[in-house]
């Protein structure tokens, strides 16, 4: 009797076909009792150490951008203008992801201590109302994570990436669109979070309103629900403008063209960065969708990490990018502080490999190319 003896690729190759199989409920479980394990084990690292990091990145912020402004202000030559607009971006980027996207999650609540942290108290400079961005990002986007018709992240309000969401018109100019939406992410974000966008795009586009496998944030879209969006996108958006370009600019006097240019560039900067660290972790050609719920903490744990994708990059870039470069760990671990993240990726990719599950991740621009790809494909 002979044995047929496999190559060392030949064996490679059934390893990874065992891996491609679903998981069975056993396998589930075993999964699921692993994450919950790290969940447990960094939770309780939470203390000193996460407030002290919260405590420096907020004074980096705020030194940030009281250089920065002062820098626009007084400036008389496009280096220190050019230095002004730099410091100014890092500051409101800084508040923008590492300090408020955490704080909104609720990371620093139980922390008496960071009371400033706390999502019911953290104010950022933004148009992006915060109770509206908690409803639409916490309660939607994470409880229902890549499910048509309920994740609003799905569509983004406009997109079409797969086969599960109906082909329209629109969606033909769908890479265009992204590229313009990147430079006022910020904005689209407050009128997507509000609600109002869906009234903007009922208008613009007929048949909209049909569409049954694109997620709401309205409970209604009546005149009064139009009334209410309006107002939650307008109590945001309004004292935003008025303090970044109405004080500063009053403040400037006759120099108020270069502090406005300058703010508006650094704004620009800070959308198209946050816009990029959003599209990679949600748009990628190896993040699935799903038409159901899952049915256990263990299934939702999967859809969690196969319905997002991480980016390979260096401290400042995590850093700037809220630690959200590590969108998988944080979908799994929504209430951890920034600086954990980082930390705990590696364990979690190291059980995602053991059990067969895909961890998508990559660089910067492999990723970035990765959404345009799919961008494109959808669009046809």
């Given at each position: 009797?002979?044995?047929?003896?496999?190559?060392?690729?030949?064996?490679?190759?059934?390893?990874?076909?065992?891996k491609k199989q679903p998981l069975s409920d056993e396998q589930l479980k075993a999964f699921a009792a692993e994450l919950d394990a790290l969940k447990a084990e960094f939770s309780a690292k939470i203390g000193k150490e996460d407030l002290e990091y919260i405590e420096m990145i907020h004074q980096v912020?705020?030194?940030?951008?009281?250089?920065?402004?002062?820098?626009?202000?007084?400036?008389?030559?496009?280096?220190?203008?050019?230095?002004?607009?730099?410091?100014?971006?890092?500051?409101?980027?800084?508040?923008?992801?590492?300090?408020?996207?955490?704080?909104?999650?609720?990371?620093?609540?139980?922390?008496?201590?960071?009371?400033?942290?706390?999502?019911?108290?953290?104010?950022?400079?933004?148009?992006?109302?915060?109770?509206?961005?908690?409803?639409?990002h916490n309660v939607l986007h994470h409880s229902y994570t890549g499910q048509v018709a309920r994740d609003p992240d799905v569509t983004y309000g406009f997109y079409r990436l797969s086969e599960l969401?109906?082909?329209?018109?629109?969606?033909?100019v769908q890479p265009a669109v992204l590229i313009?939406?990147?430079?006022?992410?910020?904005?689209?974000?407050?009128?997507?979070?509000?609600?109002?966008?869906?009234?903007?795009?009922r208008l613009l586009f007929p048949g909209y309103a049909e569409l049954k496998d694109y997620p709401s944030v309205n409970k209604s879209h009546d005149l009064e629900g139009f009334a209410k969006s309006l107002?939650?996108?307008?109590?945001?958006?309004v004292p935003n403008v008025a303090y970044n370009y109405g004080v500063f600019g009053l403040l400037a006097g006759?120099?108020?063209?270069?502090?406005?240019?300058?703010?508006?560039?650094?704004?620009?900067?800070?959308?198209?960065?946050?816009?990029?660290?959003?599209?990679?972790?949600?748009?990628?050609?190896?993040?699935?969708?799903?038409?159901?719920?899952?049915?256990?903490r263990a299934e939702w744990y999967l859809q969690q990490i196969e319905g997002t994708g991480n980016v390979q990059a260096g401290k400042i870039f995590s850093i700037l990018a809220g630690h959200l470069?590590?969108?998988?760990?944080?979908?799994?671990?929504?209430?951890?502080?920034?600086?954990?993240?980082?930390?705990i990726a590696p364990r979690v990719q190291e059980v995602c490999e053991r059990y067969g599950v895909h961890y998508e991740t990559g660089s910067f621009g492999d990723q970035l190319a990765s959404v345009f790809r799919r961008m494109v494909k959808y669009s046809k």
């Amino acid at each position: 009797m002979s044995e047929t003896l496999l190559t060392p690729q030949a064996f490679n190759e059934y390893v990874q076909d065992v891996k491609k199989q679903p998981l069975s409920d056993e396998q589930l479980k075993a999964f699921a009792a692993e994450l919950d394990a790290l969940k447990a084990e960094f939770s309780a690292k939470i203390g000193k150490e996460d407030l002290e990091y919260i405590e420096m990145i907020h004074q980096v912020c705020r030194s940030c951008e009281i250089a920065g402004r002062l820098l626009l202000h007084f400036s008389r030559d496009p280096i220190s203008w050019s230095m002004g607009v730099l410091m100014l971006y890092v500051g409101i980027q800084l508040d923008n992801l590492e300090i408020h996207h955490h704080a909104q999650h609720g990371a620093f609540d139980k922390m008496p201590e960071a009371r400033k942290f706390h999502s019911d108290v953290y104010y950022h400079n933004s148009p992006v109302d915060e109770e509206a961005w908690r409803y639409r990002h916490n309660v939607l986007h994470h409880s229902y994570t890549g499910q048509v018709a309920r994740d609003p992240d799905v569509t983004y309000g406009f997109y079409r990436l797969s086969e599960l969401i109906d082909k329209q018109a629109f969606h033909v100019v769908q890479p265009a669109v992204l590229i313009m939406n990147t430079f006022n992410a910020d904005q689209s974000l407050g009128l997507v979070s509000s609600g109002l966008l869906e009234f903007i795009q009922r208008l613009l586009f007929p048949g909209y309103a049909e569409l049954k496998d694109y997620p709401s944030v309205n409970k209604s879209h009546d005149l009064e629900g139009f009334a209410k969006s309006l107002w939650i996108s307008l109590r945001k958006s309004v004292p935003n403008v008025a303090y970044n370009y109405g004080v500063f600019g009053l403040l400037a006097g006759p120099r108020w063209p270069q502090v406005t240019l300058g703010t508006l560039t650094a704004q620009v900067m800070r959308n198209i960065f946050t816009g990029l660290v959003f599209y990679t972790g949600h748009m990628t050609e190896g993040v699935k969708h799903y038409t159901e719920t899952p049915k256990s903490r263990a299934e939702w744990y999967l859809q969690q990490i196969e319905g997002t994708g991480n980016v390979q990059a260096g401290k400042i870039f995590s850093i700037l990018a809220g630690h959200l470069n590590y969108q998988i760990e944080h979908h799994l671990f929504p209430k951890l502080t920034p600086n954990r993240l980082e930390e705990i990726a590696p364990r979690v990719q190291e059980v995602c490999e053991r059990y067969g599950v895909h961890y998508e991740t990559g660089s910067f621009g492999d990723q970035l190319a990765s959404v345009f790809r799919r961008m494109v494909k959808y669009s046809k």
